[in-house]
């Protein structure tokens, strides 16, 4: 099992992942946007092949969270490189079930849910806690990237399953998953729903969402996309991204949010 940090008394213990903010949820469509655009560029517009593409990026991902796990507090540059390369990934392990090893859209599904619910279950087990506010420990940390991995695998299922099933459109899908994201927030800030379940809630569906409006985009029009294309398409939002970013890293109101607790139980905000 591994240990957590022994602190000294005075040393302040930063949370390692963002706050839960309009920017936060902004930058995350965009990330899974780009991972279903990025995916399908490298796989078909240069022709890697999706176990090629599946290598590189895979590669990829290790080093991102290799960097983001050197960090000691929550750095927007690392943290969202790294949230953009696992959505790819994610979307990746679900294409790569069903293409190559022909696992129906329903198997993966009902297989990445469970996944999903094991993390939680042996996360909460360990640790008594699935807050993302307190995420100051390698070990948590790594709960919580092997959640956000299974998120974007189940979204990419759940919602290729639909648009497959129902024949919607990409326009369609996306406004149906909007509608179930409102769902969650009005339960959320009106009925009272739980924070941490709708946070996770929100989080899977976010991907769908970001998915169906980037093939909407990105392809042709005779398949009911607008033609923009996968280079165009991830290029205008990895340019979001970079902007979102560095605001994020420049702004005082941003890293003014990062909470900060002591091994005392007390808590302030970094400045």
């Known amino acids: 099992m591994m240990a957590s940090p022994v602190l000294k008394a005075d040393e302040p213990v930063l949370n390692r992942v ?3 903010t309009a920017d936060f949820w902004i930058i995350k469509l965009l990330a899974v946007t780009v991972g279903e655009t990025a995916a399908d560029y490298m796989n078909l517009n240069l022709g890697l092949g999706l176990p090629n593409t599946s290598y590189i990026l895979s590669v990829a991902l290790a080093a991102a969270l290799a960097l983001q796990f050197a960090q000691r507090k929550y750095m927007p540059w690392a943290y969202w490189l790294a949230v953009v390369l696992i959505s790819v990934v994610g979307t990746l392990l679900t294409d790569n079930l069903v293409d190559n090893f022909h696992v129906s859209l329903q198997a993966a599904t009902l297989g990445f849910s469970l996944s999903l619910a094991l993390t939680f279950a042996v996360w909460f087990g360990i640790e008594r806690t699935l807050s993302i506010h307190t995420i100051f420990t390698t070990r948590r940390e790594i709960f919580y990237w092997l959640a956000i991995l ?3 695998a189940l979204g990419t299922a759940a919602g290729d399953l639909v648009a497959e099933q129902f024949h ?4 369609t899908t ?7 994201i409102a ?4 339960a959320y800030f009106v009925l009272q729903a739980d924070s ?3 946070f996770w809630l929100a989080y899977i569906f976010t ?3 970001g998915a169906s409006f980037g093939d909407l985009l990105a392809q042709p029009r005779e398949y009911g996309g607008l033609g923009f294309g996968t280079t165009i398409t991830s290029l205008i939002f990895l340019a979001a991204i970079l902007v979102v970013v560095s605001y994020m890293t420049i702004s005082s109101e941003s890293l003014g949010r990062l909470t900060v607790s002591s091994n005392t139980g007390t808590s302030k905000t970094a400045k």
């Open 18 to 20: 963002p706050a839960v």
């Open 196 to 198: 941490i379940l709708s």
């Open 183 to 186: 769902v969650i927030a009005f």
């Open 207 to 209: 991907r769908p969402l």
């Open 168 to 171: 919607l459109g990409y326009l």
């Open 150 to 152: 299974f998120t974007f």
């Open 174 to 180: 996306g406004l149906l998953f909007a509608g179930i």
